[in-house]
């Protein structure tokens, strides 16, 4: 039987689409090289609930082990590869840029060149609505300048989406990347403004909010990320870059107020100068999407963070 390789599937984005992938009963092999970019026991109970399963071969190891990757294409009839591996932190980037681009161009590379040396039938990259920089009109649209990054992250993701079509236009290799817009949910990063908001409300710890508050961005429920990515898996297309997300941006302010109401808690606000690594704004145009992927989002943020809450109460006590 074929598999799916997704790569950081011990991650967020990636533990979520390897249990879709078992509910629809098809084969993985989930590598991750569980790194501390955030505490790796969240990265390990991301995984706790499938990494026994039979449809799932679990590798802990690293997408820059060029032989390790080529290994494991060939042992385990791998015929798409769903790359999620990256070091994903926005912030973070600007002291780790080397980090960054190893992992995050170099480790593609890896990827790419083992891909079309097994010849893998879709490879999906992912990237980041963080790309488009301060670019405007809004919302964003694909054709629009992604050349004006405005930290090493979105740097490296732009880096590799480029190094992946020529790679494509060399070898025929179908990749379709896919620009995530703010991804929030169950098992959420920790270092995303959902669960420190939910962290700082839980413990009255303060948070720091830039400016007034006012910078908006597109938050997108997991589950609908997943139903975009697997059907971007089942569909080559070529090479296309498809923008995933929602499509309606909030400000923080409205989002910090849908918290504060779920949780019946006030935020314990501290207001710091909006540093130069932020957009002012992520708004996603994502009518390629629908058009190429039937993607239809369907989660509000009003529901998708009540759902967040949900899980985030049960696990309250758990060190998380
Ligand atoms: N969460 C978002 O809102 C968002 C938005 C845009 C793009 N993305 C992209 O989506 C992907 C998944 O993001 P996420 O939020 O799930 O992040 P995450 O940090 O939770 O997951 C990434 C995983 O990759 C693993 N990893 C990192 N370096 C590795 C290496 N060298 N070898 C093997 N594994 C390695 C990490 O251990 C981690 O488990 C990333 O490529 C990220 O850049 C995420």
């Not at 980090?99 to 040396?117: I, P």
Request: hydrophobic share 45%; with cysteine.
């Amino acid at each position: 039987m074929d598999a799916t390789l997704i790569t950081g599937g011990a991650g967020f984005i990636g533990s979520h689409v390897a249990r879709r992938m078992i509910a629809l009963e098809r084969r993985v092999v989930v590598i991750d090289n569980l790194n501390d970019s955030y505490a790796v026991q969240i990265k390990r109970d991301n995984i706790r609930d499938f990494i026994d399963h039979p449809l799932v071969t679990f590798i802990e190891g690293d997408v820059r082990d060029a032989g390790l990757i080529e290994q494991t294409l060939a042992a385990h009839n791998i015929d798409s590869v769903c790359h999620l591996a990256a070091m994903a932190n926005v912030r973070a980037s600007i002291e780790r840029a080397q980090l960054y681009f190893d992992v995050n161009v170099n480790g593609t590379l890896n990827l790419l060149e083992a891909a079309r040396k097994a010849g893998v039938q879709q490879f999906l990259l992912a990237s980041t609505s963080s790309v488009y920089g301060n670019t405007s009109p809004v919302p964003f649209v694909e054709t629009m300048s992604a050349d004006r990054p405005l930290a090493p992250y979105p740097a490296s993701k732009r880096s590799a989406e480029l190094l992946a079509h020529a790679i494509h236009n060399l070898f025929a290799l179908p990749v379709t990347v896919l620009r995530f817009f703010n991804v929030y949910g169950p098992h959420g990063r920790p270092d995303m403004m959902p669960i420190k908001v939910l962290r700082a409300l839980m413990d009255g710890s303060a948070i720091t909010v830039y400016d007034d508050g006012e910078l908006k961005r597109d938050w997108t429920y997991i589950d609908d990320i997943v139903d975009g990515v697997i059907s971007a898996l089942d569909r080559p297309l070529g090479y296309e870059i498809i923008n995933l997300g929602f499509g309606a941006p909030a400000t923080l302010n409205q989002f910090i107020d849908i918290l504060e109401d779920l949780t019946g808690r006030r935020l314990n606000i501290q207001r710091v100068p909006t540093p130069p690594t932020e957009l002012l704004v992520t708004y996603c145009d994502n009518t390629k999407a629908r058009d190429l992927l039937g993607f239809n989002p369907a989660i509000p943020l009003q529901e998708g963070l009540a759902r967040t809450w949900a899980w985030f109460r049960g696990r309250e006590g758990s060190g998380f």
